[in-house]
């Protein structure tokens, strides 16, 4: 078991894959990360969002806990996002985080999501956020490790 990242949008740029890259290199199982990316829509506004929408949900099976990224999510600190991963993974349940298109993703995703997570009240490009939930995976595995990555 792993940790699944579901994205919408293209592949990594090269300096975000670098940086990705130094990450997964470190990361170990059940944290390690396996990435499926899917198509932006080639509509705008709601009706990108429905259509990219139903791709999460198709992509999702019951039993996965599943996080959404979104602005109007709960913001945590590396120590709880650590506890909710640990918990669903202990659990055995697979981990599927969502990153939904440009134009978000609809209440019918978030309403699957076991958690809905703002990494900060700032909006920050998705390659950006692909980065950064690399390096909060690989935190949370050296909270969970109890090793001394994460300095409280």
């Not at 940790?3 to 990361?27: C, F, M, N, P, S």
Request: no cysteine.
């Amino acid at each position: 078991m792993s940790v699944k990242v579901l994205a919408v949008g293209k592949k990594h740029e090269k300096w975000v894959a670098d940086g990705i890259t130094r990450y997964e290199q470190r990361l170990r199982k059940p944290f390690d990360l396996s990435w499926q990316l899917l198509p932006h829509s080639s509509r705008e506004g709601d009706a990108a969002r429905s259509e990219e929408s139903e791709r999460i949900l198709a992509k999702l099976d019951r039993d996965t806990f599943v996080v959404v990224l979104d602005e109007r999510g709960r913001n945590v600190d590396s120590p709880e996002l650590a506890k909710r991963l640990r918990g669903a993974l202990e659990a055995s349940r697979p981990v599927t985080i969502v990153i939904g298109g440009a134009y978000g993703v609809t209440d019918q995703v978030r309403q699957r999501a076991d958690f809905v997570w703002s990494l900060s009240a700032l909006v920050f490009p998705h390659q950006l956020v692909r980065l950064i939930l690399t390096e909060q995976v690989y935190r949370a595995q050296e909270i969970v490790a109890g090793r001394g990555y994460h300095h409280v």
